[in-house]
């Protein structure tokens, strides 16, 4: 099959482009850059896509998008994550109508963050979308996604937990404090941390081109814990002191907004899509997922 990706150069997109490509099939990676550059297959900023870019294409994998936990979230910042993933979206949508291009497949990011904050709530991909900027964002992009389906696509949307991996940048920032033994709970720790392992996030992009899985898809590892029980975990690993909790006020001085939708919501999500569409996980729990990404294997 040959796919086009975007973000192809990202975390997930390197590991989703290795992963495609080991399965058999032919990747084009969807370059972002200027049109004097005869490499730039196209730059959704000024709005435009190569003419050809997606010839002969049989499947998109959407993983654009800015870096959500890049800067505080301004009004400028709000605009730039959005117009980077929904307006984006629409432009792949745009030109795939434009040019008579019909995929069998359209598989697009999305996040976790589309439940909002809910507490102990158990949350399948039939859940309603919750509150907040980030939710708000989520659901606005999947319905760009969803556009797809007008051209015949079997359209996936992605919503994906906290990814981890030893160059994941959320990964780090939570193990760094860890590390140098100042490190404790997000607030007060009992809010419920969706992951995936990077591994997984790859394989389930690869499973969602060759299976028949459609709608949303929570992109997390079956064992749900809290931040505080990761954090330990986190601090068993490493052998490090993990006690020392941040308290949520000071993080939300710190961070404003971003802090509350990124590190404090409670969302208790479960990959209810995927194991019912037969997908096995590499890493289903999370001190397996954590020492390999850590490079500290458990003593046989």
């Known amino acids: 099959m040959k796919v086009a990706i975007t973000g192809s150069t990202g975390l997930i997109g390197t590991a989703v482009t290795q992963r495609l490509q080991r399965d058999g099939h032919e990747v084009v990676g969807m370059t972002r850059g200027s049109r004097d550059n005869p490499n730039a297959l196209w730059n959704p900023a000024e709005g435009w896509i190569r003419d050809g870019a997606l010839e002969g294409v049989e499947a998109v994998v959407n993983l654009g998008g800015e870096n959500i936990g890049g800067g505080r979230w301004n009004a400028t910042r709000k605009a730039a994550l959005r117009t980077s993933r929904i307006d984006a979206t629409r432009l792949l949508v745009d030109h795939m109508r434009a040019h008579g291009i019909r995929p069998q497949a359209f598989v697009s990011s999305s996040a976790v963050g589309y439940y909002g904050d ?147 919501n409670s969302q208790r999500v479960v990959p209810a899509a995927l194991e019912q569409s037969g997908y096995n996980f590499h890493y289903p729990t999370f001190e397996a997922a954590a020492r390999e990404a850590l490079g500290r294997p458990a003593r046989a």
Do not use: Y
């Open 118 to 264: 809910r507490g102990e709530e158990r949350l399948t991909e039939s859940a309603a979308t919750g509150e907040g900027f980030l939710a708000q964002l989520c659901a606005d992009w999947e319905a760009a996604a969803r556009g797809a389906s007008d051209l015949g696509a079997r359209v996936v949307t992605l919503r994906t937990g906290v990814v981890i991996d030893g160059d994941a940048t959320a990964f780090k920032r939570l193990t760094f404090p860890i590390r140098m033994g100042v490190g404790g709970p997000l607030g007060s720790g009992r809010q419920w941390f969706p992951w995936v392992h990077l591994e997984d996030a790859a394989g389930v992009v690869s499973h969602a081109l060759s299976s028949e899985i459609s709608g949303p898809v929570n992109l997390v590892a079956p064992e749900t814990l809290t931040n505080g029980a990761a954090t330990k975990a986190l601090g068993r690993i490493l052998k490090r002191p993990a006690f020392m909790p941040v308290p949520g006020v000071a993080l939300k001085v710190l961070l404003g907004e971003m802090a509350q939708e990124l590190l404090l």
